[in-house]
């Protein structure tokens, strides 16, 4: 065995007649330059070197390679580029072959694409992810994967990104062989001896003939045009993704990696491939809160949920689903049973789609008991309570949880504004209290506010993270604050939007602003969706304490005297058929909004759809900065994430503050002081955009800081 000198992160070792190549990169061999150049040095090695007959590729640590080094995006290039490796692997004229264990994911499936042979192990996930990246497969990616299992099994991978299994990328033909054990470097070695053995020729995958029946691959990219302009909303990479691969059919492979190579570098430019980077790695900071870093989580095996409302009972199912046992408590056994029905017709609905059998069901339905007595709480390790949003009740119920819960149980709030130091300070065991805020329907929206009160202890709050990822949520670490991050901006958006619609533009060219933005849904058609008579109560609430000075719009409350509370009753902002869940204008709501304004004495103008997203956005960012400022949100990110999690932020947008970053803070805070020459009071900009701005600095500096 001789161990020949290269980067550290690629390793190479001669093993009898095999150079063994390993990539040490953690976390996840991603292939940064120093890793593309040492792989680049190791083939050049094993084609000068006599004494090497075969190359075997292999990952250490989890993973095989997770694919380009997302960090080095929007960064000068450093050479070997990633395509340049890749050829000169497929051109090796010694026999390459790539053993893969966990991720081959992106670069790092055409790394072993460009091998000659491929074995995987169970449990390897392989797949072309860069769509979801913004971008496409640009190491060859879209010419070898078509070549090798056909153009609609290529295209199917790279439009949805998903992963497939090392039986499924067998039976793609993506791979050669199964690893029958889980030894990858004995599998790969044994794979290369047997290779040697039989004379197996080098065999290039830009050689490979699943494209020649040209009239079905030429359908197959027709179907996939047609279907992806339907369903890309939107986003620039997908249909250059068809461009790329309908090349794959009809020119030369250098051709087509040359246009590959063009359309790669225009998503690489695009706002989009920032935003979603952004994204990517926004939503694995947030799980990087300081208790999560000091603190250990308490034991987490069974939970509590108070309340079998629409809440506790998605809270429930979301608990039930990751396989958590879960004691509901309600007052009555007829509540009680109603919040076990609330639970059966998820699961229910799921069996009618066939996605659940009857006998899972009731494995999963066998986790779940109900009581009227909170004594049956005595051993939970955490409670959610999630009952009716009123102080009193809720210091209620956190009584009986200070009673009867054992010492150390995690006692949570699912309030979506209530003081939780309030509710805290009201039982013997502050420590233990903290807010888990969940959005409806709680068993599939994947956001999770972890709000933190002020004398929580540190792995009470690791344990809401440990939850949380149980869950599979996304959480977001937030302060104690009316509305916390998301409903605290919602509040302020939604009353610029309020203002717009009373100043002349409808709320139908609001929503088709707002949907054209990217969001799947404009404002008023949330209020339609979740009940304007929430928002209504909320707003009945605040009334004593609201700013008297301050610009309030009686638009909405005027549905809500008529009791139109949205899709529930048929009608709200819109009209809606028996039934239907899309809604239609409803000129009698028009005919409110001109009696509205004749009221408040204002002349309405017109609105361009420019305009109304320069607002809209404005103070929806304008919202955001504070809440960084007062330490509500950790940083700007996190912001970000509540709104792309939770309220349907466009992803390829990266949420609101990467967004004002794309825009240029100094553009937003113009915008925002030339709206206040008509609305002082509401358009005051946030002191954390102003210093911003004075220092030329923007949200992402805070990020990086943090
Ligand atoms: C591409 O390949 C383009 C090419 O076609 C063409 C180029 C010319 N780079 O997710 P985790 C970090 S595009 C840099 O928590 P898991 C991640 O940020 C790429 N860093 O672990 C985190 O850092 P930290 C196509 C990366 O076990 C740490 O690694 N590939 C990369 O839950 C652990 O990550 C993809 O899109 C990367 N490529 O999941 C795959 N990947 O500890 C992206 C991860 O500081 N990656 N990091 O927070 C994944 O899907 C998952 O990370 C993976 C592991 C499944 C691999």
């Known amino acids: 065995m001789t161990a020949l000198p290269s980067a550290d992160v690629v390793t190479r070792e001669l093993r009898g007649k095999v150079l063994l190549v390993t990539l040490d990169h953690p976390p996840v061999n991603a292939l940064s330059a120093d890793v593309r150049r040492g792989l680049l040095d190791a083939i050049e090695a094993a084609d000068a070197d006599p004494a090497v007959e075969a190359v075997l590729i292999v990952g250490a640590g989890r993973n095989f390679i997770a694919g380009a080094d997302i960090r080095e995006f929007g960064k000068p290039p450093v050479p070997p580029s990633l395509p340049d490796v890749c050829n000169r692997i497929e051109a090796c004229g010694k026999l390459v072959v790539a053993a893969i264990h966990g991720a081959a994911l992106g670069g790092g499936l055409e790394i072993a694409l460009s091998a000659h042979y491929r074995l995987a192990v169970d449990g390897a996930k392989l797949g072309l992810p860069e769509v979801q990246l913004g971008l496409l497969p640009g190491a060859g990616g879209t010419q070898r994967t078509p070549r090798l299992i056909g153009a609609q099994a290529a295209l199917d991978l790279i439009l949805s990104g998903r992963h497939a299994s090392a039986k499924e990328a067998l039976s793609l033909g993506l791979v050669d062989r199964l690893g029958a054990s889980g030894d990858t470097l004995a599998e790969g070695l044994a794979y290369v001896h047997e290779l040697l053995a039989g004379r197996a020729p080098v065999r290039r995958t830009r050689d490979a003939t699943a494209l020649s029946d040209r009239a079905a691959s030429h359908a197959a990219v027709a179907a996939a045009r047609t279907e992806t302009a339907k369903k890309s909303r939107g986003l620039f990479s997908p249909l250059k993704i068809v461009d790329a691969v309908e090349a794959a059919i009809d020119q030369p492979f250098e051709d087509g990696l040359r246009l590959e190579r063009t359309l790669f570098l225009q998503c690489l430019d695009s706002p989009q491939r920032a935003g979603l980077v952004h994204a990517f790695f926004a939503e694995r900071e947030v799980l990087k809160a300081p208790e999560t870093r000091d603190a250990t989580p308490r034991a987490l095996t069974t939970l509590g949920v108070v309340g079998g409302g629409t809440m506790g009972a998605g809270i429930a199912v979301a608990a039930l689903d990751a396989g958590l046992p879960v004691t509901m408590i309600e007052r009555d056994d007829a509540s009680l049973a109603r919040g076990r029905a609330h639970i059966e017709k998820v699961y229910d609905g799921l069996i009618a789609k066939g996605r659940l059998t009857a006998e899972k069901k009731a494995a999963i339905m066998a986790r779940w008991s109900g009581s009227t007595s909170y004594d049956a709480l005595a051993d939970t390790d955490l409670v959610i309570e999630a009952v009716f949003e009123d ?60 709000v933190v009160p002020k004398q929580v202890s540190a792995d009470v709050v690791a344990t809401a993270f440990e939850l949380a990822k149980k869950l599979r949520k996304t959480p977001v670490r937030a302060g104690v604050c009316d509305g916390f991050i998301g409903n605290r901006v919602l509040a302020v958006y939604r009353s610029a939007a309020d203002a717009m619609m009373e100043d002349g533009a409808s709320p139908y060219q609001i929503d088709a602003a707002v949907r054209a933005f990217g969001f799947a849904m404009g404002p008023f058609q949330v209020v339609d969706l979740a009940g304007g008579d929430i928002g209504w109560a909320s707003r009945k609430r605040r009334a004593a304490t609201r700013n008297p000075a301050a610009r309030y719009v009686h638009i909405a409350d005027r549905l809500c005297e008529r009791g139109w509370f949205g899709q529930k009753t048929g009608r709200g902002f819109y009209l809606y058929e028996q039934g239907s869940r899309s809604g239609t204008p409803d000129p009698e709501v028009e005919a409110i909004i001109d009696a509205e304004r004749e009221r408040a004495g204002i002349t309405p103008r017109s609105f361009s759809d420019e305009e109304i997203i320069r607002r809209y956005m404005a103070a929806m960012i304008n919202e955001g900065a504070n809440v960084v400022h007062e330490g509500i949100a ?73």
């Open 391 to 450: 102080m009193a009740v809720k210091q209620a119920v956190f009584a009986e949880l200070d009673r009867v819960c054992k010492p150390g149980a995690v006692l949570a709030t699912n309030t979506s504004y209530l003081d939780i130091d309030g509710i805290a300070a009201s039982i013997s065991r502050p420590a233990d209290v903290i807010g888990l805020h969940f959005f409806s329907p709680a068993n599939i929206m994947k956001l999770l506010e972890v």
């Open 634 to 706: 950790l940083r700007p990110l996190d912001v970000d994430v509540t709104f792309l999690y939770g309220y349907g932020f466009p992803r390829y947008r990266g949420g609101p503050m990467k967004y004002a970053d794309t825009v240029g803070l100094p553009t937003v805070l113009a915008d925002i002081r030339e709206f206040a020459k008509e609305d002082p009071l509401f358009w005051q900009a946030s002191p954390l955009l102003v210093d911003l701005v004075e220092r030329g600095a923007d949200f992402a500096s805070l990020n990086r800081s943090a």
